[in-house]
């Protein structure tokens, strides 16, 4: 009798140790890894960060965790929640992501680059249910490309330039090219409110390079700013427009949001 209660209360604070390191693990706060080249999605009041590459090794990292904005959060330690073990997207880097969908509340992530041959071109994510699926798309056929920035329309066509897709019948299309810009990568692009995606800066040479601490280009140069292209989603044309005032700098790699 005394040797089954000495192993009853064994097995009992076995039992609690395991509950406290599992309540201590849960209450760790998750601290992503310091990347780049990675997307942003904003979906329901959440921040989705997915991939991209570690700064100081270059690695590519599979690590996808949000940000809930829709609460109070201290900029100095950022309460975000990790959500990288319901990932099926393999390690990549240089992807482009939007919201989209029938209802506007999925994330949808397109190319990058990877060494893994089996990733999919265009991957889907569920934040209601925390499910990730392959998606198979058809018409035209569009080979993977990295290094792009895709806009959403409001009728829910996912533009990429030089192509597009429907993220309602998951089905490709292709846009014209008559008087489009030049081919570049790491450029901005954001959608107007009467329908129309104007794209600007960027890079052209495959060969430039930049510190991936400072984030200054250290070989190649970036495009100008001086002139933005205006692509009409209705219309399927390209316009060309000067800018004025004080322009800033040749960059790329850049965000740009639409302001009213």
Same mark, same amino acid.
């Given at each position: =009798? ?11 604070? %076995?039992?609690?140790?395991? !509950? ?15 990347? *780049? ?6 979906? @329901?009041?959440?921040?989705? &960060? ?35 073990? &319901? ?27 990877? @060494?893994?041959?089996? =990733?999919?071109? !265009? *991957? ?7 499910? /990730?699926?392959?998606?198979? &798309? $058809?018409?035209?056929? $569009?080979?993977?490309? +990295? ?6 329309? *409001? ?5 990429? /330039? ?8 998951? +089905? %490709?299309?292709?846009?014209?090219? !008559? ?20 794209? &600007? ?5 495959? $060969? ?23 692509? @009409?989603?209705?219309?399927?044309? /390209?316009?060309?427009?000067i800018t004025t005032g004080k322009i800033p700098s040749n960059r790329d790699g850049f965000s740009t949001i639409l302001g009213m």
């Open positions: =009798m005394f040797e089954y209660n000495n192993v009853k209360k064994y097995f009992l604070l %076995w039992i609690l140790l395991q !509950v406290l390191v599992d309540v201590n693990c849960q209450l760790t706060p998750f601290k992503p890894s310091r990347i *780049y080249r990675h997307t942003a999605t904003f979906i @329901d009041n959440k921040l989705y &960060i997915l991939g991209g590459s570690e700064a100081s090794t270059n690695n590519l990292v599979k690590e996808f965790f949000y940000l809930d904005v829709s609460i109070p959060f201290n900029t100095q330690e950022l309460s975000w929640k990790d959500l990288s073990k &319901i990932s099926i997207v393999p390690f990549h880097n240089d992807a482009m992501s939007a919201k989209g969908g029938a209802k506007n509340d999925t994330l949808f992530l397109y190319g990058g680059f990877t @060494d893994v041959l089996t =990733m999919a071109l !265009v *991957y889907t994510f569920d934040p209601q249910h925390s499910v /990730w699926n392959s998606q198979e &798309i $058809t018409g035209i056929n $569009t080979i993977r490309k +990295s290094s792009l920035t895709g806009v959403i329309d *409001y009728n829910g066509k996912f533009y990429l /330039w030089g192509g597009v897709t429907n993220t309602i019948n998951f +089905s %490709w299309g292709k846009g014209s090219s !008559v008087n489009a810009p030049t081919k570049r990568y790491y450029y901005g692009a954001t959608l107007l409110p009467n329908n129309k995606i104007i794209y &600007i800066g960027g890079v052209d040479d495959l $060969t430039s390079a930049f510190d991936a601490e400072t984030l200054y280009i250290n070989k190649g140069t970036a495009l100008s700013l001086k002139e933005v292209y205006i692509y @009409d989603t209705i219309n399927d044309n /390209w316009d060309t427009k």
